[in-house]
C-alpha cells in the first residue's frame, strides 16, 4: 500500500520542477517568434490565466479523491464507476500509455538539444544523450518515495537558482523596464492577433504543464484535502512570476527581434552580461532543470497505471508494487521504456503539439464537464475545497482548453482523435468480453 510522506514543501518542489523543465527556454524564442512583437508578454500571461482557472477543477477533485492516479479517479467518479465512468476512465489511462512518454521524451529530447550548446552532437549522439537521461531517471527513481522527496528538494533548488541567477543578470545590467514599458508597441486586437496568441498558447501553456502533478500521487500525500489545492496554486503562481521576470529579463538585454531566432538564447543571453564561463555555467544550470522535469513526470506518470491496475481497469501486472520498497515498479519501467524509445524517433516540436493535442478532450475538458456532473450529484461535503464563482472558471477553462486544441493543428486534433477512437474500440471488445458497461445490466440508481 503507498504511504503518506509527501509534505506542501515536498508537493510544490515535485510540481515546480516538472512544469519549468527545459520548456521555457526552449520556448522562449517560439513565444517571441509567433507573436512577433513586444506583446509576446501577454502569451506567458495567458498559459498563466489557464493555468489557474484549470487548476480550480483540478484542486476540487484533487482534495475530494487523493488517491494515485489523479484524472483516473477523477474520470471514474464523475461519469459513474459501473457506467461511463469505465469508459472515460479507461480512455484516459490508454492516453497516458502514450502521451506520458511522450511528455518524458519531450524533456529529455530538449535535454540533448540544449547540451549540443556545449558540446556540438551529431543527430546518433543526440538521441544517445536524450535516451540515456530517461535510464538514468529510471534508475533514480527505482526507491522509496521518502528519498524521492529529498532528491525532489534537492533538485528544485537547481531551478530556482538558475531562474533566480537569469532574471538578476537582467535586473542587475539589462534595461529590465523596457521590455514591460514597450508591451504594447503596435498592437492591435484582430483576428492575426488572437491567432498568434493561440499558436503562442500551444508553447506556454506546454511549459505550464505539470502544476497537477500532485494529484497523480495523491495517495503519497499528507493532509491531501488541503496541500493538493495548496501546491498547484503556489507552484502556478510562482512559476508565472519566475516565467514572466526572465523573459522580461532576457529581452531587457537581447532585443526580441534577435531573442526570436536565437535556439539557445539564455546561453546567449549570459555569454552578452558575463562572458563565455557565465555561459557554460548556466547552460549546465539548465541541463539541471532539463534533468529534474524529466525526474518529477516519470514520478507522477508512473502511478496511473499503477491506479487503474489496482482497480481491476488494466493489465494486472501494473498493479505490483516492488516488494521492499513500495512503489509501482512495473508501471515505472514500461512507461520509460516506451519513452527511451519515443525520445530516439521524435522532435521536440513535434511532440510538443501532439502531448496537447492528445490530451485536451479527455483529460482536461473531460474532467471539467466531469466536475459539474459531480458538482450536481454529490453532496457538498464531498468537495473539502471549493472554487470562488463557481461554475464559471470551469467554463472559462473549456473554452480556452477549446481554443488550444484548435491551435494543435489540424494534423496533431486528427492524431489526437485516432487515438481516442483506438482507445475506444479496445474498450468496447475488452468490456463485450469482461461483460462490463455497456454490456451488463447494472442498476440505474447505482452511480
Request: net charge positive; aromatic share 14%.
Amino acid at each position: 500500500m503507498l504511504q503518506r510522506r509527501l509534505g506542501l514543501a515536498q508537493a510544490t518542489a515535485i510540481n515546480m520542477i516538472d512544469m519549468v523543465g527545459i520548456g521555457p527556454f526552449i520556448t522562449l524564442p517560439m513565444v517571441i517568434g509567433m507573436m512577433n512583437g513586444p506583446y509576446f508578454l501577454y502569451a506567458w500571461l495567458a498559459g498563466a490565466v489557464l493555468s489557474f482557472v484549470d487548476a480550480m477543477v483540478w484542486s476540487e477533485l484533487g482534495a475530494a479523491f487523493p488517491k494515485a492516479g489523479g484524472s483516473y479517479n477523477f474520470l471514474k467518479e464523475a461519469y459513474g464507476a459501473n457506467k461511463s465512468g469505465k469508459l472515460m476512465s479507461f480512455l484516459f489511462v490508454w492516453q497516458t500509455m502514450i502521451q506520458a512518454p511522450l511528455v518524458i521524451a519531450s524533456a529529455a529530447i530538449g535535454f540533448a538539444s540544449y547540451l549540443s550548446y556545449l558540446l556540438p552532437l551529431s543527430t546518433l549522439a543526440s538521441k544517445a544523450v536524450s535516451g540515456g537521461v530517461v535510464v538514468l531517471i529510471v534508475i533514480l527513481l527505482y526507491r522509496k518515495i521518502e528519498a524521492i522527496g529529498k532528491i525532489s528538494m534537492l533538485l528544485w533548488v537547481g531551478v530556482i537558482l538558475t531562474l533566480l541567477w537569469i532574471i538578476g543578470g537582467g535586473i542587475a545590467h539589462g534595461n529590465f523596464t523596457a521590455p514591460i514599458k514597450h508591451i504594447n508597441d503596435g498592437l492591435t486586437i484582430n483576428y492575426a492577433f488572437i491567432a498568434a496568441m493561440g499558436f503562442a498558447g500551444v508553447k506556454s501553456i506546454y511549459s505550464y504543464l505539470g502544476y497537477y502533478n500532485v494529484c497523480h500521487l495523491g495517495g503519497e500525500i499528507k493532509e491531501p484535502t488541503k496541500n493538493i489545492p495548496r501546491s498547484m496554486f503556489l507552484s502556478i503562481f510562482g512559476i508565472a512570476v519566475l516565467y514572466l521576470a526572465m523573459n522580461i529579463s532576457v529581452t531587457s538585454v537581447i532585443p526580441w527581434q534577435e531573442a526570436k531566432d536565437s535556439q539557445f538564447v539564455i546561453s546567449v543571453f549570459m555569454q552578452r552580461l558575463a562572458g563565455d564561463t557565465a555561459a557554460t555555467i548556466v547552460t549546465y544550470l539548465i541541463l539541471w532543470v532539463a534533468f529534474a522535469s524529466v525526474f518529477s513526470a516519470t514520478l507522477g506518470y508512473s502511478r496511473i497505471p499503477y491506479a487503474a491496475a489496482v482497480d481491476g481497469a488494466f493489465f494486472k501486472v501494473f498493479a505490483k508494487l516492488h516488494p521492499t520498497r513500495q512503489f509501482p515498479h512495473i508501471s515505472l519501467l514500461f512507461l520509460g521504456g516506451v519513452a527511451f524509445v519515443f525520445s530516439l524517433l521524435f522532435r521536440l516540436s513535434d511532440v510538443i503539439s501532439a502531448i496537447l493535442a492528445m490530451r485536451i478532450l479527455i483529460q482536461f475538458i473531460g474532467q471539467a464537464i466531469g466536475l459539474l456532473i459531480l458538482r450536481k450529484t454529490r453532496a457538498a461535503e464531498t468537495f473539502p475545497y471549493k472554487m470562488p464563482l463557481f461554475p464559471l472558471p470551469i467554463y472559462i477553462a473549456i473554452i480556452l482548453w477549446i481554443g488550444i486544441l484548435f491551435a494543435t493543428g489540424l494534423k496533431m486534433m486528427l492524431i489526437g482523435l485516432a487515438v481516442i477512437a483506438a482507445g475506444t474500440l479496445v474498450y468496447f471488445m475488452k468490456a463485450k468480453r469482461t461483460n462490463e458497461w455497456p454490456f451488463n445490466k447494472v442498476d440505474s440508481t447505482i452511480p
